[in-house]
C-alpha cells in the first residue's frame, strides 16, 4: 500500500500531462467528494447519470481521445480509494503531544474533512488548493451542536480540560488585568469561557495558558500552542480571525514564555501573514480575491464581499500597534505605517461603540505613527535607521505639544487609568531621550541654561513615570505586556542616565535624594517577588522558571551593572579630588554582585537590542565642541 501511496503524485502528474495535450473542448477536473473516498472527474457525465439512475447515454463509436481520457479517470480514482483505504486501515493513537494524529475513526466524515481537508488538483490552471466543505454541509455552526464548531483548532486544544469555575476564573482575571493594558479584543462580561472555546479555539487556549497560575501547566498550554501554530497555520495555512487574535495575544505577552532567544519578532510576521492573508488591511474584498488563495484555508466565504466589522477593524489596529512594539524591541523590520484605511479604523475605534477601551487603543496608535518616524528616521536610500541624525528643536517642541492634542477627547476615566498614563508619559520620555541623545553641543551659556533645563524636564518626566508604577495594584502586574515591561525598564534607565551624568551644572546628588535608582531597583525586586504570592503561582521545576520567579534575577543583575557603573564613576571623580598619593582609596557597591544572573543577562543582552540600546547611548556632551565658560 505504501507504493501506491507514493507513487500517486506521479501518476496525477502523467494524467495531468496527458490530458493538457488532449484536444479535448471538455475541461478535465479531478476533485475528491466531501468524504474523501471517492474522485469524480467533471466531464464523466456518463457515469453520473448512471449512478442517479439516469439512462446512459448512448455513443456507438466514442473517440479514441475519449477512451484515453476516461481510462486515465478511472485510474486515478483508483489510486485514490486505495490511498484512502490505506490510511482508514492506520491505527491512530489519541496523544495530547501529536495535534496532527487525532483519532478520526472516532468523527464522522464531515469532520474529517474539515480537520484534513482534501486537496483539489486543477488541470486547467495548474494549482493545488486546499478544500474544506462550507458549514452548512458540516453542520457544526449552530454553537450548541455535540460536534463543536467547524473550526479544526477546537480538537486541538481538547487535550487540555479546564473546569469551567476556573475557566471563569481565569476569563475574568484576563479581562481585568491584560486586556486594559493592550485592548485588542472585546470580551464582554456575555461571553462565557465555554462559549469563547466554542468560537475562538486559540485564542482561549492562549488566554488559559497566560492566567495559569501553576507554571508546569502554562509550559505545557504552550507547547500545544507552537503545534497549532506549526501544523495548523504554517502547514495547513490556516487562516481565520481566531488565528489572528492568539498569536496577537501570544507575542504580546511572548516573555512569559520567552527563553534564551526571544520569538517575538517571528510571531509579529506570521500575524502579518495571516492579516494580509484575511485581507484585514482593506476595507473589503475585491472581486479577483474572494476566497482561499493558493493553498490556504480561509473562514470567509467566496461569496461575501461586505465591509470590515468592529472586531477585524480593531485586530489590525491592534496589529498595527504590535508591529511598533516589535521595532523597538527588535529592529528587524519597519512597523506598519498610515494609510487611509488605517485613519478610517481608527475613528471608528474612538466612537467607542463597543467599548471604550477602543478609544485607548486607537489614541495609543495614533501616538505612536507620529512618534515612530522621529524615534527612528530612516534614510530614503537605504531605508536602514539613522538613529544618531540630530532633531531640531522646534520639531521636538512639536512633538511634545501633539501628545496632549491626542489626549484631548478621551474620557477622564481613560486618561486616569495607570496603563493609559503610562504610555503617554514614556512616550514623552522617549522623545526626550531621543533629543538629548542627539544634542551633543552648548555652543554658549543660553545654550547651557536650556540644556539644564531639558534636563529637568526630563527628571520630572521620570518622576510621573515612577508615580504611575507605584500606583499600579499589585494584581494587574500579571497584565504587563512586553511593550509595557520595556517602558518599565525605559524609566529607569533614564533614571540611571540622570544620576550619572558628569555636567558641571547638573547636580546628581539632588537626583539621588529626589529619586534612588539603586533603591527603586529593590524595591521593584521585591513587588515582582510579591506578586507571585499574592496571586498564589506555583514555579515549574527547573531549569525554567516563570515570569515573576525570574524577573526578579533580571532586575538585579541589571542593578548590579548599574552599581558597579555608579561606583567607577564615583571613584573616578575621588580620585581626582584627593591628594596626591591619596589614589588607593576605593568605593565598592553597596551590595554583593549576583555572578550567575549576571553572566547569563550579559550573555543575552545581544538579543535584546532595545535594552541594550538603553544603557549604551549616552546624554553626556561634546566637550570638544562645547564652550569654554563650562
Not at 129 to 143: F, I, N, V
Not at 511 to 523: C, G, I, N, W
Request: charged share 25%; hydrophobic share 40%; aromatic share 8%.
Amino acid at each position: 500500500m505504501q507504493s501506491n501511496l507514493a507513487s500517486l503524485p506521479l501518476m496525477e502528474a502523467l494524467v495531468q500531462r496527458a490530458l493538457e495535450q488532449s484536444a479535448s473542448a471538455s475541461t478535465v477536473r479531478t476533485v475528491p467528494d466531501a468524504s474523501g473516498k471517492i474522485c469524480e472527474p467533471s466531464n464523466t457525465v456518463r457515469k453520473r447519470k448512471a449512478r442517479d439512475g439516469s439512462p446512459p447515454l448512448r455513443r456507438l463509436s466514442p473517440p479514441s481521445r475519449g477512451l484515453l481520457e476516461e481510462k486515465l479517470d478511472d485510474l486515478v480514482t483508483l489510486l485514490r480509494s486505495q490511498a484512502t483505504a490505506g490510511r482508514e486501515s492506520q491505527d491512530y493513537k489519541s496523544s495530547p503531544s501529536s495535534i496532527a494524529t487525532s483519532p478520526e475513526s472516532r468523527k464522522p466524515n464531515a469532520l474529517n474533512a474539515v480537520l484534513n481537508p482534501d486537496v483539489v488538483l486543477d488541470t486547467v490552471e495548474t494549482f493545488i488548493d486546499l478544500l474544506r466543505p462550507p458549514e452548512s454541509q458540516t453542520g457544526y455552526q449552530d454553537r450548541d451542536s455535540d460536534m463543536g464548531p467547524s473550526s479544526p483548532i477546537f480538537h486541538d486544544v481538547e487535550v487540555h480540560h479546564v473546569p469551567d469555575l476556573d475557566a471563569e476564573d481565569r476569563l475574568n482575571i484576563f479581562r481585568r488585568a491584560f486586556i486594559p493594558t493592550f485592548p485588542f479584543v472585546h470580551l464582554p462580561p456575555a461571553i462565557h469561557s465555554a462559549e469563547l472555546r466554542r468560537q475562538k479555539p486559540f485564542l482561549w487556549l492562549v488566554i488559559m495558558s497566560l492566567t495559569d497560575r501553576v507554571v508546569d501547566r502554562q509550559f505545557a498550554m504552550e507547547e500545544t500552542i507552537w503545534k497549532i501554530i506549526s501544523h495548523r497555520i504554517v502547514t495547513q495555512h490556516h487562516a481565520d480571525l481566531d488565528s489572528l487574535l492568539a498569536i496577537i495575544c501570544f507575542s504580546n505577552w511572548s516573555h512569559y514564555y520567552k527563553q534564551e532567544t526571544p520569538f517575538m519578532n517571528m510571531l509579529t510576521q506570521l500575524a502579518l501573514t495571516v492579516a494580509f492573508e484575511l485581507d484585514l488591511n482593506k476595507e473589503s474584498h475585491s472581486a479577483s480575491q474572494q476566497g482561499p488563495r493558493y493553498g490556504r484555508t480561509s473562514s470567509r466565504s467566496n461569496a461575501q464581499t461586505d465591509t470590515r466589522t468592529l472586531e477585524e477593524r480593531r485586530a489590525y489596529v491592534a496589529l498595527v500597534k504590535l508591529t511598533s512594539t516589535t521595532w523597538e524591541a527588535y529592529r528587524k523590520f519597519r512597523p506598519l505605517g498610515w494609510t487611509p484605511y488605517l485613519g478610517k479604523c481608527l475613528r471608528i475605534l474612538a466612537e467607542m461603540k463597543e467599548t471604550k477601551l477602543d478609544a485607548s487603543l486607537a489614541a495609543q496608535v495614533n501616538c505612536q505613527i507620529f512618534i515612530n518616524p522621529i524615534l527612528y528616521p530612516s534614510s530614503e536610500e537605504t531605508g536602514e535607521e539613522s538613529k544618531g541624525q540630530p532633531i531640531t528643536r522646534s520639531l521636538f517642541a512639536a512633538s511634545i505639544r501633539n501628545i496632549p492634542e491626542i489626549k484631548r477627547g478621551l474620557l477622564p476615566e481613560l486618561l486616569s487609568s495607570c496603563p493609559l498614563r503610562l504610555y503617554f508619559t514614556i512616550a514623552e520620555l522617549k522623545l526626550r531621550d531621543r533629543f538629548l541623545n542627539t544634542t551633543r553641543e552648548a555652543r554658549d551659556p543660553q545654550d547651557q541654561l536650556q540644556r539644564i533645563q531639558d534636563l529637568e524636564a526630563t527628571m520630572e518626566c521620570v518622576e510621573r513615570c515612577l508615580s504611575v508604577i507605584n500606583d499600579m495594584p499589585l494584581e494587574d502586574w500579571v497584565g504587563v505586556t512586553v511593550d509595557k515591561f520595556s517602558e518599565f525598564m525605559h524609566c529607569l534607565i533614564a533614571l540611571f542616565k540622570l544620576t550619572t551624568l558628569n555636567e558641571p551644572l547638573w547636580d546628581t546628588e539632588e537626583v539621588r535624594k529626589r529619586a534612588d535608582v539603586l533603591q527603586l531597583m529593590d524595591k521593584y525586586c521585591e513587588t515582582m517577588s510579591r506578586v507571585a504570592v499574592e496571586t498564589r503561582m506555583v514555579d515549574a521545576e527547573l531549569p525554567r522558571k516563570g515570569l515573576f520567579f525570574k524577573g526578579p534575577s533580571l532586575l538585579r543583575a541589571i542593578r548590579a551593572l548599574m552599581a558597579a557603573e555608579m561606583s567607577n564613576k564615583e571613584s573616578s571623580s575621588a580620585i581626582e579630588k584627593a591628594p596626591a598619593g591619596d589614589h588607593a582609596m576605593e568605593i565598592m557597591p553597596d551590595v554583593p554582585f549576583d555572578v550567575n544572573s549576571q553572566n547569563n543577562f550579559l550573555i543575552n543582552l545581544d538579543n535584546e537590542p532595545w535594552l541594550s540600546d538603553l544603557f549604551i547611548d549616552s546624554w553626556a556632551l561634546d566637550l570638544d565642541a562645547t564652550a569654554t565658560f563650562i
